[in-house]
């Protein structure tokens, strides 16, 4: 009696599972974070108008990292953490155990301020950076285009969440298997902050607008571009057939476009797709 009850209390339960496997999350920056995003060459990925974009830091904050079906979660990731997706990676985000083995085809995570956050990868002065700040995304760098260099150090405070992930050729979520591991990267895409098109999936990288913005500093040029000079510049006052919102709501400048470019940083094992919302 005692078993048969046993066998009906499992029912239905996935915990009940008699076999269970691991799921590692882990993130990544790419070669365009690591190394350099170049300028294009004969019709190659690269910035279309001669600029090469180099990273000196690449600070995200990663968390609640989930896995589970349209009616239960099975995993969350219960702390933040900052992550400098400049060093070399990938790197482990997340480790969940004992995670019943089956196929579970929603994950989940966001990019977002989190005054608790602490350290993944990134160094300790960073990690405060981020939580006084209220940051979930930094990145400082130049772009160099024949003699001319240009710097930049970007914070911003987006808060976004991205659902319903799935991979080329690997489909949604992730197949847990039984007594094996799974591993599963967060990728993080620093090029999409220079494309001239919110929704176009034709657009390119471009930075000649965004240097131009230096000269609009109250001490006029200085090599350094800044949030506030990419608010000075109207998307009205741009090359036709460049800077497209798609019909996203509220963006008017400059600022605005490379803010609203990032909720595209995240991706789902490399070249797979999230459905971003922003909170």
């Not at 979660?73 to 992550?83: D, G, L, R, Y």
């Not at 579970?104 to 602490?118: E, K, L, Q, R, T």
């Not at 400082?140 to 319903?164: I, L, P, S």
Request: proline share 4%; aromatic share 8%.
């Amino acid at each position: 009696m005692k078993k048969w009850m046993l066998g009906l209390s499992c029912l239905g339960l996935m915990a009940c599972s008699d076999s269970s496997g691991t799921v590692t999350f882990t993130t990544y920056g790419e070669d365009y974070i690591e190394k350099e995003i170049p300028a294009a060459v004969n019709g190659e990925d690269g910035i279309v108008d001669g600029w090469t974009v180099r990273f000196s830091k690449f600070l995200v904050v990663l968390g609640e990292v989930q896995v589970g079906n349209h009616d239960e979660t099975v995993a969350t990731m219960s702390q933040a953490k900052v992550f400098d997706v400049r060093k070399p990676g990938p790197v482990a985000v997340e480790t969940f155990r004992d995670v019943p083995a089956q196929e579970w085809d929603h994950v989940s995570f966001a990019i977002a301020p989190n005054a608790n956050a602490v350290a993944g990868n990134a160094d300790a002065a960073d990690v405060t950076r981020m939580k006084d700040n209220g940051y979930s995304v930094f990145m400082e760098g130049t772009a160099t285009k024949g003699d001319t260099t240009k710097r930049f150090a970007w914070g911003f405070t987006t808060n976004t969440v991205y659902e319903h992930c799935e991979a080329p050729g690997l489909g949604a979520g992730v197949t847990v298997p039984k007594d094996g591991e799974e591993t599963v990267q967060l990728t993080i895409h620093g090029d999409h902050l220079f494309f001239d098109h919110l929704q176009s999936p034709d657009a390119r990288m471009r930075f000649d607008a965004l240097a131009a913005a230096d000269n609009l500093g109250i001490a006029g040029p200085d090599g350094e571009v800044t949030l506030e000079e990419l608010a000075a510049v109207d998307l009205t006052e741009l090359p036709s057939g460049q800077y497209g919102t798609g019909g996203v709501g509220n963006v008017r400048t400059l600022r605005d476009f490379v803010t609203a470019l990032t909720r595209n940083l995240g991706h789902f094992r490399g070249e797979g797709e999230c459905e971003p919302r922003a909170r």
